[in-house]
């Protein structure tokens, strides 16, 4: 086996798609990436971006905040910046959010490395200087329903990426999008799972029924089905691990569903581990097509057999995807009855996808091979 190294550890800086304080108890790409990041042995220091903050009120700021991972650091940057504002205004505010971003990032100890993973910090992640800028996309945020009135903006971004030096996509479909649609030709490094954490069983959290159950782990959001998660409560009752706005657990509740709320990422494979079969109803839509569903991936690592619709992810082995609606029901009950199954041999451990996530972003003049491990 080999590995590869850098002929200076790497100074990554990462522009993260979510609060940095939500990813503490939240199984995300970012949040995984970044905690086998920040011990990775080409990596001497990482610092993570927060999620942007745009206003009309607040000057442009720069801080370093509280981070909740050892060793990772992490930056606050407010830009006052305003859709009504003109192109040139715009300008000043990201030229200052990059000084101030430089002078809090202080000498980097090695060659930079620039990852956004937020198409709408992509005007201040180019502005940083650095020996390589690469943007890693998932999802497709212009499907993203919360972010409706910063279209335009996500837009903007996603039309910059071909001023990065490399590209990744989370998937496929959404590799092919970006292609489509902006001209942008990305390297797919698809999700991955804790696979050892996954296989492990764990003390199941309070308030599951007694009886054999389906789950389904995950903020319930535009992408969710409501309908076919009620339905599956005539094959089985069913449990929701996750976030969710007040009058959706109110539909849910009232369809049967028991929502035990957001779970820190170290319960979920004591959950899953207690289930009987794991659910994806996703909508199939243009959001869900450019996916690769975490969800997927931990249900199988755990050993559950799961029954989804016709999303990305969906052809994996111990994945059945009924062909309706009406028939959810059943395949749920089918599964249940088939039991538990081994998880897949080719199960990708998230370690794997930060080795191709560097493959493909970190400059070849800055590599060299070690030697082999003996």
């Known amino acids: 086996m080999t590995a590869t190294g850098t002929d200076g550890a790497l100074d990554v800086v990462v522009f993260v798609g979510s609060t940095w304080s939500r990813l503490a108890q939240r199984t995300t790409r970012w949040r ?46 407010d830009v006052r910046a305003d859709r009504r504002y003109p192109v040139g205004i715009e300008r000043g505010s990201w030229d200052s959010a990059a000084r101030r971003t430089e002078h809090v990032l202080g000498r980097a100890p090695g060659p930079r490395l620039v990852l956004c993973a937020n198409p709408l910090a992509t005007a201040l992640a180019l502005r940083l200087g650095a020996a390589s800028h690469g943007f890693d996309a998932y999802d497709d945020w212009r499907q993203v329903a919360h972010l409706a009135a910063a279209r335009r ?62 789950v389904y782990v995950g903020t319930v959001e535009q992408r969710v089905d409501l309908e076919l998660l009620g339905a599956t409560t005539s094959a089985l009752p069913v449990v929701v691990a996750g976030d969710m706005a007040e009058p959706l657990r109110a539909r849910l509740t009232a369809a049967g569903v028991i929502c035990i709320g957001p779970l820190p990422a170290e319960q979920v494979p004591g959950l899953l581990h207690a ?100």
């Open 153 to 214: 903006r996500v837009d903007r971004g996603y039309r910059q990426l071909g001023r990065f030096d490399t590209l990744s996509a989370g998937s496929a479909g959404l590799a092919d999008r970006l292609a489509q649609d902006y001209g942008a030709r990305a390297a797919v490094v698809r999700n991955g799972v804790d696979v050892a954490a996954f296989a492990r069983d764990g003390a199941p959290p309070a308030g599951l029924p007694a009886t054999p159950f389906a």
């Open 32 to 77: 995984e990436l970044c905690v086998r990041l920040a011990s990775h042995h080409d990596v001497a220091r990482l610092t993570v971006v927060d999620y942007l903050r745009f206003s009309t009120r607040r000057p442009t700021r720069v801080t370093e905040t509280d981070s909740w991972l050892d060793d990772v650091r992490c930056i606050a940057v």
């Open 275 to 374: 289930a009987a079969v794991g659910l994806v109803p996703h909508r199939v839509d243009a959001l869900t097509t450019t996916m690769d569903p975490l969800k997927v991936h931990e249900y199988r690592a755990a050993g559950l057999p799961v029954v989804a619709t016709e999303v990305p992810g969906a052809d994996a082995d111990g994945v059945d995807v009924p062909p309706s609606s009406e028939d959810w029901p059943g395949a749920v009950r089918a599964a249940a009855a088939r039991g538990r199954l081994a998880p897949p041999a080719g199960l990708r451990d998230w370690s794997v996808v930060v080795d191709e996530l560097l493959a493909v972003h970190v400059p070849a003049g800055t590599r060299r091979a070690v030697a082999p491990e003996l």
